[in-house]
Every structure is written in structure tokens, then in C-alpha cells.
């Protein structure tokens, strides 16, 4: 059996992975830089770390990782957050099997403008996108679609994401300077759908696909049942493929009321389709097996965040005249987060939150942007030879 490291113990989707991971009989360790995280008080975790927050203290962080490698005898680390990043760049250092790729790959993933190259480059279907650096690209995205969509080409849960914005709420919105850019992709009006895959050498061992049906704002997906989509799964297959992928993935994507899907953006981390795959019992053998039959969920499999339904889902299903929809969904999908063998991340779950709040206060951010201050990747280099303390500490 193998001795796992985690990060990201903060985000759901973490201990799904470690609950499932230690149900095949593994040992689980948990790395995070927030203090009080959901991940924390679980009793699958026979350790947790605290460590420097990767943003801020990159360098810092990946030497806390080796000396917890080191001391553990750590056989896997697999990151799931934002921090991916971090340790795709500093992964060299690390003395185990870390379950990521390149930087070099994962950044033509999550910039969006190196992600829609990349698709186009393979011939897969992408909304018409420009890069915009400067007011003339803006005045020309607006010359070429009526309704449009502008990012900025490094952003998450659609925080930043303008929808149909008229030129002048564009114009008085976007910010141009050499660190930033955004892209203006053409609207396309439909529903929007999820995807979570976990590959191997450029092939597909595991995934799931949902529709976005409820979400904590115009982003994260807070409810998740299983889909049958084999037009998708097909598009990732050659995506993978071609760009040789190991890791894992996660892609949103638009189905338009003709039928065609186009692919908006790809995440290469951890997401919410682990909550739909985690309870199969070869979860953690499409982590280490390319040669694994690729995992899918179980049909109609439905799962939700249940605090996030009441605290984000309700309200909005109000609004939108979907509250059969909402109480339906609350009623019949599992919350990913209470387990009656493992209840205090339910129970002790505000914690986290509460450190949010403060956060996002102190900074005059969203609560949302608060979950991914200290861990967030907007294309920085870093520079792994500065000599710093390789010290870590146990929370």
C-alpha cells in the first residue's frame, strides 16, 4: 500500500480523493497553507501539514513539500488546487511520483488564450476567440459580434468573466497593462456542461461529465449528476492525445440549441467530477495504471454541496423561477461533504469558511476569490535556486 501526499486540502474535491484513497487501503497525508481547512479534522488523514502559501512563498513551499516527502517516505503526491502549478514547477525537487505534468503543459491549459491555440491547432471546436491587449482589439471583437464574452486569459470560477457586456461596460471594466491580457470569445447561447478526467501518458482512465445546473456564482458548480456525453468524451480523447496529457483535467463546455458543443476553457486539476467517480473501487488504479478500461460514474449518479445549495443554489434558483428544480436536486444527490464514518469535516465545515470571510475582508475580495488567494497561478515565473528555509510545520 502506498504512503499519499495531498494538497489542497481545502477544496471538497481533496477529500473526496483522500476518502476514496484511503478506502483502498492507502495512507493519507494532507499538505495546505490555509489554517482550519475542510480536509483537516478528517480521520483519514494520519498527518496534516501546514505550509508557506505558494503564491506568496513558492519557493518556500515546494521545500516544505520535499522535507515532508523525505521524512514521511512519501511514495505519491498529487496535488488538486490551484497549487498544481507550484509543483508542476518545482516537481524536479521532489523526491516521489508527483501526478502532474509540465508547466510548460499545464500553463497552454490554463491560460485561455494558449488553450483555445491549442484546440484550434488540432482541429477541435472553440467559440471564435481574440486575444485582447489593448482598446483597438476590444473595438474590434465588438465590430465582429453583436454578443460576446470577455476573460482575462489567467482567472477562475468565472470571477472576472464578463457575459454580454455592453462596449461601454467593457470599455470602463477592462484594465491593459504587460502583465494582463484578456480574450473575447463569441456568445454562444446553450447549456453549459462539466467534464473531470484523470489521464495517463495521453489516455483517458477516468471520467465523468455533468451539466452546470446550479452554481456559486457564475462558475463553480455546486450540484453534479452523471451524464452520458460520448460526442465529449471524444473531443478530450483526441485532446489528450495529441498533447500527450498526464494529470488531471477538467473542461467546460457549451452545447449550442443545434446540437454542436464547443469547448470554453480547461482546467488541469482536481474538480467536481471526483465527487462522481470517487465511490468506484478502482478510483485509485486510474491514477497509476494507463492500461486501466476508462472508470465512468454510475448512471444518474447525483451529488451536491449541500451548504453551497442553501447559501448560493437557493437564491438563485429563486430568481431564475427554478425552485422545483432546486428542491428536487436537494432532495435526491448525497452532500460530498458529510460521511457518517467521517463526520467532522461536515461538522466543523464553517471553519474554513469563517477564514474566507476574514480573508476576503481584510483584502477587499470575494469570498470565492478569498478560497484561492494563497494558492492561485496567474503565469508567474519562479526561480527554484534561492536559498531558503526547507522547514515545515505540523499542524
Not at 492507502?26 to 478528517?42: D, K, N, Q, V, Y
Not at 490554463?110 to 489593448?134: S, Y
Not at 447525483?302 to 432546486?326: H, Q
Amino acid at each position: 500500500m502506498a504512503r499519499i501526499l495531498l494538497t489542497g486540502g481545502r477544496a471538497p474535491a481533496t477529500l473526496e480523493l483522500a476518502r476514496a484513497f484511503h478506502r483502498a487501503g492507502h495512507t493519507i497525508f494532507m499538505a495546505e497553507s490555509l489554517r482550519g481547512h475542510l480536509s483537516r479534522p478528517s480521520n483519514v488523514i494520519k498527518r496534516n501539514f501546514l505550509v508557506p502559501p505558494p503564491r506568496q512563498q513558492p519557493v518556500n513551499f515546494i521545500n516544505a513539500l520535499k522535507a515532508i516527502i523525505v521524512e514521511n517516505k512519501i511514495d505519491m503526491l498529487v496535488p488538486t488546487c490551484e497549487e498544481v502549478f507550484y509543483v508542476a514547477m518545482g516537481r524536479e525537487k521532489l523526491p516521489c511520483l508527483v501526478f502532474v505534468d509540465s508547466i510548460n503543459k499545464l500553463n497552454d491549459l490554463h491560460n485561455k488564450w494558449n488553450f483555445v491555440v491549442n484546440a484550434v491547432g488540432h482541429e477541435l471546436f472553440i467559440p471564435e476567440t481574440m486575444l485582447i491587449k489593448n482598446q483597438d482589439d476590444l473595438l474590434h471583437a465588438y465590430s465582429q459580434w453583436r454578443q460576446l464574452v470577455i476573460k482575462p486569459v489567467y482567472s477562475r470560477f468565472a470571477t472576472r468573466t464578463l457575459i454580454r457586456p455592453t462596449l461601454k461596460q467593457a470599455m470602463s471594466t477592462l484594465k491593459f497593462n504587460t502583465k494582463s491580457a484578456w480574450i473575447a470569445q463569441e456568445y454562444i447561447q446553450g447549456n453549459q456542461i462539466c467534464t473531470y478526467s484523470i489521464c495517463l501518458n495521453g489516455r483517458i482512465t477516468a471520467h465523468a461529465a455533468y451539466p452546470s445546473t446550479f452554481t456559486a456564482g457564475q462558475g463553480a458548480a455546486i450540484a453534479f449528476k452523471s451524464v452520458n456525453r460520448p460526442e465529449i468524451f471524444k473531443w478530450i480523447k483526441t485532446f489528450v492525445e495529441k498533447n500527450s496529457f498526464t494529470g488531471q483535467i477538467a473542461f467546460d463546455f457549451i452545447e449550442a440549441p443545434d446540437g454542436l458543443l464547443y469547448a470554453l476553457e480547461c482546467n488541469p486539476r482536481t474538480t467536481s467530477g471526483a465527487h462522481l467517480l470517487a465511490s468506484h473501487p478502482n478510483f485509485f488504479e486510474a491514477f497509476i495504471n494507463p492500461n486501466i478500461l476508462s472508470i465512468l460514474p454510475q448512471k444518474n449518479h447525483s451529488a451536491m454541496l449541500g451548504t453551497a445549495m442553501i447559501s448560493y443554489g437557493l437564491v438563485d434558483a429563486f430568481k431564475r423561477k427554478k425552485l422545483r428544480d432546486w428542491f428536487m436536486t436537494f432532495l435526491t444527490s448525497k452532500d460530498v461533504i458529510f460521511d457518517i464514518r467521517d463526520p467532522l469535516p461536515y461538522l466543523l465545515q464553517f471553519r474554513g469558511i469563517w477564514t474566507y470571510l476574514m480573508l476576503a475582508r481584510a483584502q477587499k475580495i470575494t469570498a470565492l476569490e478569498a478560497s484561492t488567494f494563497d494558492i492561485e497561478w496567474n503565469g508567474e515565473s519562479v526561480d527554484f535556486e534561492e536559498k531558503t528555509s526547507p522547514r515545515s510545520a505540523q499542524t
